[in-house]
């Protein structure tokens, strides 16, 4: 099995942990990521742009002059799109952007994320996040010991992490996830992962088949 390194937020190593081969060391499909992630952006989409078409647009229901003798081309109604005001012709409308994907490919697509974070180096694991008090400035020092920037910090959320959770939302570049939410998009947006001992757990639980 992979095995890494566990530090505490002094970043002394405290031991080794053994990785399940099926989540943090499968095969990379990096066509199930990208899938995941078109998935996941597409249904961030609201889908809510809309214009009037000339039934909708109020008004404009006299013929607005008579057909003939006027030396004007005929007309029928004044929403018509080419007068101000009017209607817009071919204007875009409210669309359904929601894709699906399977529970077993999405997954997989989840493994291969993490197992491709850490066959990079990019995986850091933590014994706790307990820093004891809220202070942003206790977590960015946590952060420059490990050296670590642009890094999701995924947490148990049957814990209380509330500590960490307020003490790192002014952090830039900084995002706390609970291991339940844990998603494709924001393991790659983000340059590194760092995991607590528990979240290790439960994402291996939730993952193995």
Known sequence: MATIAVYDLEHNKISDIELSDEVFNAEVKEYLIHEAVKIQLANRRAGTVATKNR???SGGGKKPFRQKGTGNARQGCSRAPQYPGGGVAFGPQPKIYNLSMNKKARKAALRSA??????????????SY???EISTKKFANVLSKFDLNKALLVVDGDINNREIELSARNVKDI????ADGL??????????VILSREAVAKVEGALQS
């Open 130 to 132: 307990n820093l004891g």
């Open 175 to 178: 995002k706390v996830l609970r």
């Open 183 to 192: 998603n494709i998009f924001d393991i790659m947006k983000y340059k590194n």
């Open 114 to 127: 993490l197992s491709l974070v850490y066959k990079n180096n990019r995986l850091t694991v933590m014994d």
């Open 55 to 57: 039934s909708e647009v």
